[in-house]
C-alpha cells in the first residue's frame, strides 16, 4: 500500500516563473493538504482541497493555486515565483471524518528559485 | 504571528535517560495538538496527540502532557534511543479548521 507520493522531488526554477508540483495521496484518502517549509522552520499550511474544492487557505497569496482531481490527486501551482518561494513543500492527506491525526505526510518536494 | 512555539531548537541527551521536548501557544481556542518526528528527507510522521480536555497520553515510550494554565505542552521520551534523533515538531489545532499550526521544531540527538 502505497503512502503519500510527490513529484518531483526537487525543481530549480528562476524568479519570475510558474511551478506545478503533483501529490498522490495514500490509497483511502481523499482530503489533500498542502503545507511550505522554509528552512528552520515549521510547516506552513497553504490551503487543503476536499471534494475538488479549496475548503479552506492559510496566509498565502493568489499566487498560490491548486486543484484536486476526481481520483484525489492534487497539483499545487505557484506562479511568478520569487526567490522567498524557495522551500520544502509538503503534501498530507487524510481521510475525511477521521481524527485529525491521521494526516500522512509526503516526503516533499524541494523547490529552489534563483 | 507565531501561535506556537519550540524554544529550544536543540536537545541532546544520553541514550537510555529521559528527553524532554517543549511547546509553548499562545491561543486558548486551540483544542488538539500533536506530535511529529521527522527524519532528513523524509515527511513529518505522527507520533502521538493530546485533546485539550486531557492533561496527559501515553503510547509506550512516548508521553505528551498539556498544561493548559501554561498555554504548555510537553513531550517525554522514555527511555531515549539513537533512533530517537531527529526534528520533532508541535502541532496545534483550532477547532473547526482543517490546518495543523507548527511551531519551528527541535533537533534532538540521543547520544550512544
Known amino acids: 500500500d502505497a503512502g503519500v507520493t510527490q513529484s518531483p522531488t526537487h525543481l530549480i526554477k528562476t524568479r519570475g516563473q510558474q511551478v506545478t508540483l503533483r501529490c498522490s495521496p495514500k490509497s483511502g484518502h481523499d482530503t489533500v493538504s498542502w503545507y511550505q517549509q522554509a528552512l528552520g522552520q515549521g510547516p506552513q499550511f497553504i490551503f487543503q482541497y476536499y471534494e475538488e474544492e479549496e475548503r479552506q487557505r492559510g496566509n498565502f497569496p493568489d499566487r498560490f493555486s491548486g486543484h484536486q482531481f476526481p481520483n484525489y490527486s492534487s497539483e499545487l501551482n505557484v506562479n511568478a515565483l520569487l526567490l522567498g518561494d524557495s522551500a520544502l513543500y509538503l503534501c498530507a492527506s487524510s481521510l475525511e471524518g477521521v481524527l485529525q491525526e491521521t494526516q500522512y505526510f509526503g516526503p516533499g518536494t524541494r523547490l529552489l528559485v534563483l | 504571528d507565531q501561535q506556537v512555539k519550540q524554544n529550544s531548537p536543540s536537545l541532546s541527551v544520553q541514550e537510555g535517560r529521559i528527553s524532554i521536548l517543549n511547546c509553548d501557544y499562545t491561543?486558548?481556542?486551540?483544542?488538539?495538538f500533536l506530535w511529529y518526528k521527522k527524519y532528513p528527507a523524509e515527511g513529518p510522521t505522527f507520533l502521538i496527540s493530546?485533546?485539550?480536555?486531557?492533561d496527559k497520553n501515553e503510547d509506550g515510550r512516548f508521553t505528551v502532557f498539556l498544561n493548559k494554565s501554561a498555554k504548555h505542552l510537553s513531550l517525554h521520551i522514555v527511555p531515549s534511543q539513537p533512533g530517537d534523533s531527529a526534528v520533532y515538531f508541535c502541532a496545534a489545532v483550532l477547532s473547526g479548521t482543517y490546518k495543523y499550526i507548527f511551531g519551528t521544531g527541535t533537533r534532538l540527538k540521543v547520544l550512544a
Open positions: 491561543n486558548s481556542m486551540f483544542d488538539y
Open positions: 493530546i485533546s485539550s480536555i486531557k
